[in-house]
């Protein structure tokens, strides 16, 4: 299954300031997916983002506070804009291996605490 | 719409127990179903997939089943170990090609020495 590097691991960051999470695959992939794990639940599905393509944005979440980037097959990013302790949460990508049966492999996750 | 149950929440269980986690989905048309494990604050591993047309998969101590008309599935971990200590989450995609994942809320599995 494909490898996902997504960094930073953790951050502590202000109110009001902004975080870019990457996430690098190591083989092409059509689809990669951003999901928020906030504390004691489970996973939500933020944003579906194709190469060359605008990302397709679930209900209650806006591209505005969730931007999010795909300049080639093996990367993209999701940025938290004018964050607040509200979007304190455990951030993941993710990709489907079609080659896998359509299973979903998952980056090792950025844990954001907003003060 | 598609929920998936994860019972129960959380399990507390000797080591070297034999040990059984369920899942239950609504909506029988899946195109898959998949295991992972989540230890705290970090991501997914994922355990095993199971496609609809099959019944069930292993790996190592983990056995997983499903059982799709009756919206099922269960995760056999033998012989329970210390490190198999985590939160184990089930998921679904839906058939059809939706190519989202429907997760339950996990079980939290905890393996006293």
């Known amino acids: 299954s494909a490898v996902i590097s997504q960094k930073p691991s953790r951050d502590i960051c202000q109110r009001g300031t902004s975080l870019t999470i990457q996430c690098q695959v190591d083989s092409q992939v059509t689809m990669m997916f951003w999901y928020r794990q906030q504390p004691g639940q489970s996973l939500t599905l933020i944003a579906t983002a194709n190469q060359g393509s605008e990302a397709t944005y679930e209900s209650g979440f806006v591209i505005d506070k969730f931007p999010i980037s795909r300049p080639n097959l093996t990367f993209s990013t999701l940025t938290v804009s004018n964050m607040s302790p509200e979007d304190s949460s455990i951030y993941l990508c993710?990709?489907?291996?079609?080659?896998w049966g359509y299973g979903y492999t998952f980056g090792s996750g950025t844990r954001l605490t907003v003060v | 719409k598609q929920e998936v149950t994860q019972i129960p929440a959380a399990l507390s269980v000797p080591e070297g127990e034999n040990l059984v986690l369920n899942c239950s989905f609504t909506?029988?048309?899946?195109?898959?179903l998949q295991w992972f494990r989540q230890d705290p604050g970090k991501g997914l591993t994922s355990l095993l997939l199971?496609?609809?047309?099959?019944r069930e998969q292993t790996s190592g101590r983990l056995n997983a089943s499903l059982d799709k008309s009756s919206g099922r599935s269960t995760l056999y971990i033998a012989a329970s170990q210390p490190g198999d200590s985590a939160t184990y989450l089930c998921?679904?995609?839906?058939?059809?090609?939706?190519?989202?994942?429907?997760f339950g809320k996990g079980t939290k599995l905890t393996v006293n020495p």
């Open positions: 993710s990709v489907e291996e079609q080659a």
């Open positions: 909506d029988s048309a899946i195109y898959n």
């Open positions: 199971i496609q609809s047309s099959q």
């Open positions: 998921a679904v995609v839906a058939q059809g090609g939706s190519e989202k994942l429907v």
